[in-house]
C-alpha cells in the first residue's frame, strides 16, 4: 500500500444496513467497513436495496467483517477456544462460511472481506498450522474467483507470526487489516514495530487506542485515541 492514501471512514453494524449507511452520511463521511447483515439481507432484492442506498448517499463499502456463530470475546482462554479457524472442531462449517460471504459480497460489489481467524500456531510444523494454511489458501482463491481480497485482522499473535503465516499461504490477494490497539489488548506486540513488519501487506487500519491487561488471561481495555499506550501520532 505504499504511496496511497486510505480514506477515512467508520465501521459499521450489519443488522439494518440502510439505518447504518444514514448514519455514515451523518457522520461526514463517504467509506465504511460493515459487518455481515443477517442472512434476510442476503437476498437479490435486499442486496439491491443496500447497494442502491450506497450509491445514493455516494457511499463505498471498503469491506465486510466477518463473525462466526459461538465466538466469545471473554477472555484470552475463551478466545483462543471460539474465535475465527484455528479450533479444527468448528474449521469446515467456518470455512464454508466464509465462502457464503464471499459470494454475499460479490452481490454487494464489495472487494474486501475480513475477520479474525484466531490464534495461529507460533510452530510451523504443527499440523494444526498447517491445516490452518491450507484452509486459508483455499478462503483467499474462492476470494480470488470473486475478484476479492480476504484481509486477517491483527493483534492476536505477533507480527513475526503472522508475517510468516502469509508467506506460507502464499497467495497474492491475503492481506491485513490492521489494528494497532489489539496488540496491546492481546498483550501481543509493539504496534509501531509491528507495523514495520506488516506494513507491505496492510489494505485496511482500524484506528483504536488501548492498553495492556494488568493480568495474564485477560484482555487490555480501549480507549480513546490518544489516551491509550499506541502512540498514535508515530503510528
Not at 49 to 56: F, G
Not at 80 to 107: C, H, M, Q, W
Request: proline share 5%.
Amino acid at each position: 500500500m505504499k504511496g496511497k492514501v486510505m480514506p477515512i471512514g467508520v465501521v459499521i453494524s450489519g443488522a439494518d444496513p440502510l439505518i447504518s449507511l444514514e448514519k455514515v452520511t451523518s457522520f461526514g463521511m463517504s467509506t465504511c467497513q460493515m459487518s455481515i447483515p443477517p442472512e434476510e439481507w442476503w437476498s437479490r432484492e435486499r442486496t439491491e436495496l443496500i447497494r442502491k442506498k450506497a450509491k445514493e448517499k455516494e457511499i463505498k463499502i471498503t469491506s465486510l467483517i466477518c463473525g462466526f456463530e459461538d465466538e466469545d470475546y471473554h477472555d484470552i482462554p475463551t478466545i483462543k477456544r471460539t474465535v475465527g479457524l484455528v479450533n479444527p472442531a468448528t474449521r469446515g462449517k467456518r470455512i464454508l462460511r466464509v465462502l457464503s460471504y464471499s459470494d454475499f459480497a460479490l452481490e454487494l460489489e464489495v472487494e474486501i472481506i475480513q475477520a479474525h481467524i484466531g490464534f495461529i500456531p507460533e510452530n510451523t510444523s504443527d499440523s494444526n498450522y498447517k491445516e490452518l494454511v491450507m484452509a486459508l489458501q483455499r478462503i483467499a482463491d474462492y476470494c480470488k474467483e470473486n475478484n476479492q481480497s480476504f484481509a486477517l485482522e491483527t493483534g492476536q499473535e505477533r507480527a513475526l507470526v503472522l508475517s510468516k503465516f502469509i508467506e506460507d499461504v502464499n497467495r497474492l490477494n491475503l492481506g491485513v487489516n490492521f489494528d494497532p490497539a489489539n496488540m496491546l489488548l492481546y498483550d501481543a506486540d509493539d504496534p509501531i514495530k509491528a507495523l514495520d513488519v506488516l506494513g507491505k501487506y496492510v489494505i485496511g487500519v482500524h484506528c483504536k487506542d488501548g492498553k495492556r491487561p494488568g493480568r495474564k488471561g485477560e484482555l487490555g481495555k480501549e480507549y480513546p485515541l490518544e489516551e491509550g499506550d499506541v502512540g498514535i501520532e508515530e503510528f
